[in-house]
């Protein structure tokens, strides 16, 4: 039977070798297995009167670890659903022929997921991290008795589950007959006998992997208290979101988990990344957690909330995935320590996190708003034990693996305090709730998620559900909190100008845009341009590879407006998108009477030009670019002249090419090329690297024809995250094999 290769999704692969017994997913991106449903690829049947499910028993990983901003190998649920789902490891179990599920790919990168499958698997690793974090010796020591139980009595070693296959030059034979090799990055060739097949993971510029699940746009409004429900899946379910929530408090937009697929949940609502003001973390495991990166496409670091604990065992599985130090977490997220229990004020709204047994460290979040009669509550209960398992667990032994009745029954009670709004998972099994369980809670409204099936006859009777994109209004926003961001940006971006000049611009109408309408054209002068407030608007340009992303606080057409030319490019929504209108000639005559002096015109045009490049016209907002511009330095180079680069600085290219060394060999550098940054994420760079888009020059660039070189303090720079990812994504792709180099204390 020849080989079969079937195309799953964009970078993603299924090759069926049925003679060998080998089922291959090549690319593992955020939800692999959800779209091996969605394609039928994994079906349930039986064998010998036991019912599981077919799928992968090998993955082959992709080179890089990062396309276009995306994570390229997160291998945790395709391995869960090889070992419990298709029962690879099950005891007893029809497919348990002592074969493990296998990873082929970079020493490097096989090294980064097993680090990063052990972190999904157990959290924190021992009561000595867990004392690292902050808890007592008592408590740590309490703790780790409740993941040994669900451990079943140990911590086991990464590679115990797992064969790795490491592929670096030449074919690696992985069973049966069949290799692996690589023909150029990222580019394989799966062999059988005479048979074979070429597989390419690599991503077009600006190419994303797809969403399985479809998502039609609604329009969230921005109320005083109101939770917007975005996933009532779990990480099995092909047909909706896992479960999280968009907390909405005073207007401001916060996250409960950010699983795979946020941005493309965001986007549906009518959320841009820049408006969310921060996320609430209830644990690390991927349907959870895999969206954390697609959170940084944002121009400030997002504010992350967590418990101690939460945060450590976030922090390593997220530095295990991407082989960085720890310390490099807080480059990218505004980290802000919950404590455990207690009411947490967060500018009015209160939270309160309480622990919950979970093979890795999760809590659950109660949060609390002041009004009228008493406080307004809403419970958010993800990745619960159910009573029945948690009763299973009780020993009287301090030493045995399991939890004391007084903790069980503190858990009960944390899960059944009533509120106005919970909701619950009810996955069952080991490590999840039962509807059951809250028959009799006396909360307003019980919301029942997490799981993949219909809800039973029982348990309808109990809860209600939460479709994609449905609000629960707690408290009604009887203000415009649209008006007030607009207002923050104004101050921020003129702050020289008087307040009530400001209100001149404030006082026109917010409009409201359908999804996937034009709302400038090119070629045309503009007669209004928009601040836009929420959502996401596209840019799209006359070179298709220069179109881009931009979110609440970035004007548009704002340039053509000023010099009154027609727009070079259209602006498009994505979905539902809500900005401030103004009047071109109105803000022409603001701009030429508030904003006349030479020093601001020229940080104007210089602005302009960096948001023309590949690293700065993505989600960074006109305030970010104008305060960078006033601090770049612009070097313009006649053919034949020489460019020497300075230290600590990051260089980028904006029209022209440079050659890095004399002679007809040389690399030659050209438009949106960039060095001076790997110092970021190797003090030990200061040579040549091995891919022109990260080059670190040793001597003076030769300026090929007129060229413009923009030169701006790395310190700056790297504080922007949606720069500092792209930045990072270049690093990683600059070595051999697009293989990341393990350092620091990420285990």
Not at 354 to 375: N, Q
Not at 481 to 486: E, I, Q, S, V
Not at 658 to 683: C, I, Q
Request: hydrophobic letters at 40%.
């Amino acid at each position: 039977m020849p080989i079969r290769k079937l195309v799953v999704a964009r970078g993603i692969y299924f090759i069926e070798i049925p003679a060998a017994g080998l089922y291959l997913l090549c690319g593992t991106p955020a939800d692999a297995v959800k779209h091996l449903f969605r394609r039928g690829i994994i079906q349930t049947t039986e064998r010998g009167g036991v019912t599981f499910e077919s799928g992968p028993n090998a993955i082959l990983l992709s080179d890089s670890m990062i396309q276009n901003g995306h994570l390229c190998n997160l291998a945790e649920f395709p391995i869960l659903q090889m070992l419990y789902r298709q029962g690879m490891l099950l005891p007893g179990h029809p497919n348990n022929s002592g074969r493990k599920p296998m990873l082929i790919g970079t020493p490097e990168q096989l090294a980064a997921q097993l680090r990063y499958i052990h972190r999904g698997n157990y959290g924190l690793i021992s009561a000595e991290e867990m004392v690292s974090a902050g808890i007592d010796a008592a408590e740590a020591d309490e703790l780790m008795r409740i993941k040994l139980k669900f451990a079943f009595g140990r911590i086991a070693p990464p590679d115990a589950f797992v064969d790795c296959r490491p592929l670096t030059t030449g074919a690696v034979e992985i069973g049966d007959g069949v290799s692996v090799c690589r023909l150029a990055h990222n580019v394989f060739e799966i062999r059988h006998g005479e048979d074979r097949v070429e597989v390419d993971l690599n991503l077009d510029r600006d190419e994303a992997y797809p969403c399985p699940y479809p998502l039609s746009p609604v329009s969230i409004e921005r109320h005083y208290f109101a939770v917007a429900h975005a996933g009532d899946g779990d990480g099995w379910d092909y047909n909706r979101p896992a479960m999280g929530s968009v907390l909405i408090h005073q207007g401001r937009v916060y996250l409960i988990d950010a699983g795979a697929n946020t941005h493309y949940s965001l986007d549906a609502l009518g959320i841009g990344k820049k408006e969310v003001a921060g996320i609430f973390h209830t644990h690390c495991h991927d349907d959870h957690f895999a969206g954390l990166t697609t959170l940084l496409q944002r121009d400030k670091p997002l504010k992350y909330f967590a418990t101690p604990l939460v945060r450590a065992s976030v922090t390593r599985k997220f530095c295990a995935l991407l082989s960085i130090p720890e310390s490099e977490f807080g480059e990218y997220f505004d980290v802000c320590d919950l404590e455990d229990g207690e009411w947490n004020d967060i500018a009015g709204l209160e939270v309160r996190p309480m622990l919950s047994p979970h093979p890795v460290e999760t809590t659950v979040f109660t949060f609390r708003v002041l009004w009228e009669g008493g406080y307004r509550t809403y419970s958010h209960l993800a990745d619960i034990v159910s009573f029945a398992v948690l009763d299973g667990m009780i020993t009287a032994d301090p030493a045995a693996p399991g939890v004391s009745a007084e903790r069980a029954a503190t858990v009960k009670a944390d899960y059944l305090e009533a509120a106005d709004l919970k909701k619950i998972d009810i996955g069952g099994g080991m490590i999840h709730g039962s509807a059951i369980d809250f028959a009799t809670d006396q909360s307003k409204r019980l919301l029942l998620a997490h799981t993949a099936r219909d809800l039973t006859d029982a348990e309808r009777r109990i809860g209600s559900g939460a479709p994609f994109g449905t609000v629960d209004v707690m408290i009604p926003g009887e203000q415009n909190f649209l008006l007030r961001d607009a207002s923050e940006f104004f101050r921020s971006y003129f702050p020289m100008v008087p307040g009530e000049r400001l209100q001149m611009l404030l006082n026109n109408r917010i409009a409201t845009f359908n999804p996937e309408t034009i709302i400038t054209p090119a070629g045309k002068v503009p007669e209004e341009i928009y601040l836009l407030l929420a959502g996401k608007v596209e840019t799209l340009t006359p070179d298709p590879g220069s179109s881009h992303f931009l979110f609440s606080g970035s004007l548009l057409a704002e340039s053509a407006a000023i010099h009154n030319r027609p727009s070079e490019e259209t602006y498009r929504s994505v979905g539902f998108v809500k900005a401030l209108r103004l009047p071109a000639d109105l803000y022409r005559n603001f701009i030429e009477r508030f904003c006349s002096s030479s020093e601001l015109l020229a940080a104007r045009e210089v602005e302009e030009k960096l948001r023309h490049t590949f690293l700065f016209r993505e989600a960074v907002t006109n305030t970010t670019l104008f305060s960078l511009a006033k601090s770049c330095t612009i070097t313009r180079l006649h053919a034949g002249e020489h460019f020497a680069a300075a230290g600590q600085q990051l260089h980028l290219v904006g029209t022209g090419r440079l050659a890095m060394s004399e002679g007809e060999d040389a690399a030659v550098l050209g438009k949106d090329e960039f060095w001076g940054s790997n110092v970021l994420f190797d003090p030990a760079a200061g040579h040549v690297a091995d891919h022109p888009s990260e080059p670190e020059p040793a001597n003076p660039l030769l300026a090929l024809n007129s060229c413009e070189i923009y030169s701006m303090p790395l310190q700056l720079v790297s504080r922007i995250p949606v720069v500092r990812w792209k930045l990072f994504e270049a690093f990683r792709n600059s070595h051999p094999l697009a293989a990341p180099r393990y350092r620091g204390n990420a285990r």
